[in-house]
């Protein structure tokens, strides 16, 4: 089992950026392909991106690729999104998830969640 601690959230201004982080336990972290998914208010919770175990594959939402960056180090335990170019609508609370199975979009394929971490941009 897998516990995942987010932060990195906070109040931004449109065209700002953050560096969300994702702390997991245990020492197996480099065996879960990860991903960061967000929901905002009264909206189903949606895919951001997400990496593969070794950190060499990454695959993003259309709405965020070219703005977002998701990495890993798995040294640190450690999954990282980078958010640039913020805009009113990428205000959320921003969740990692660990998977066992295989990377992708599709949140069932996610085990272990995180509490989440809010991002509000204002324009």
């Known amino acids: 089992q897998v516990q995942l601690v987010e932060s990195g959230g906070g109040l931004v201004q449109a065209g700002g950026s953050l560096r969300l982080s994702c702390t997991a336990s245990g020492r197996t972290f480099s065996s879960y392909a990860m991903g960061w998914f967000r929901q905002a208010p009264g909206k189903e919770r949606e895919f951001v991106a997400t990496?593969?175990?070794?950190?060499?594959?990454?695959y993003y939402a259309d709405s965020v690729k070219g703005r977002f960056t998701i990495s890993r180090d798995n040294a640190k335990n450690t999954v990282y999104l980078q958010v640039n170019s913020l805009k009113p609508e990428d205000t959320a609370v921003y969740y990692c998830a660990a998977s066992t199975t295989s990377y992708g979009p599709n949140m069932e394929s996610y085990r272990y969640w995180g509490q989440g971490t809010q991002v509000t941009v204002s324009s």
């Open positions: 990496i593969t175990r070794s950190g060499g594959i990454t």
